[in-house]
């Protein structure tokens, strides 16, 4: 059963014609659509947190919010994103930006879909209000205003206080499913109990017994503290180290065991020093935020060099290995989108199988500031 011979001018009207109807022929077109392995154009990158403090502090002169601003966040663009038009883009699906609030300052109560998560930075007398309930925050701390909750922030003490915000905002923006709503007053009505969920579900361990506690999101708790993470990541066991992450916990909510956030998961390790973890990658990406030490990480072969609140980006499906080269501990906190990779089922990864587990440094980045 032989083909027709078209003759090549019959098969560039062929063509051209399908073109023009806006049809396409997938034998040419199949291996970009569905590709052996991720492919991506999300790009490393890494900034000094004295730029991003300088930046945020200019703000605090510039704008108020609550009076100029909803926020006052200066955010972490990746310029690889920005080529293509994504504004706020840290990642193709995770966005991070900075958030200051001086003394006496509030930031007022809204909603969105987008869920998001607070880790804090520096400062302390300053709470994060959700659905009324009243987190305080201090370094180290996580705090959850998880999709759809009312959320607002007050500053009560007596220093600036920043922290980092990751928003699932490419997420959001792809599926076509952003939802915005300022609420019809500044704050929204606040209940007593102040670190209520902090304290009665620390651990999952109790619940009222008339209460009910139903397994699934939002989670009980709005807020970790920094000395239980602590506590943990100092009492684990050589064994129980992972070989890519090191010693590494995962902050959870204690009705389903899983990621804290049902969309963005989130990360606490600490390296101890002269700690080099072996190379992998998988198909989440993250954010890092280096809370405490020194040292560097290699992402697909260039060697990202950080120290204490620097932030940089872990694109997907790219191999890293994170070095401790300071004296002491290293705690790096990170956020990702893994719980939506599992829940999609598109959760895939692999260890680097060459050169003992460890890559080849072949670049070192060079941080804006620094490139004079
Ligand atoms: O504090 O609710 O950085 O809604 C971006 C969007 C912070 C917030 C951001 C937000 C917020």
Known sequence: MGKKVYTEKELEQYYDGMKKQHLGPLWYDLGHMVTKEPVHDVEPYLWKWK?????????GEILEPGKDAERRVVYLQNPSLLERGLVGYGTHTLYAGIQLLLPGEFAPAHQHSQ???RFIIEGEGAYTAVNGQKVYMERGDLVLTPAWTWHEHKHEGTEPVFWLDGLDVGLVKTMAASFFKPYEDKFYPLKPEENYSNEAFANGSFKKLNETVEPGYPSPIFGYKFDRVEYLLNHMKEEEQDPYDGHAVEYTNPTTGKSADSRVGTMMQKLTPNQHTQAHRHVHSAIYHVLEGEGYTVIDGQKFEWEKGDFFILPPWSYHEHVNTGDTDAFLFSFNDKP???KLELEFSEALNE??????????????????
Do not use: C, H, W
């Open 340 to 342: 939506v990779m599992e």
């Open 115 to 117: 869920t998001a998560i």
């Open 355 to 372: 050169n003992n587990g460890y890559q080849k440094v072949t670049s070192t980045f060079l941080p804006e500031s620094l490139n004079v």
């Open 51 to 59: 730029d991003i403090r300088e930046y945020a502090l200019t703000a």
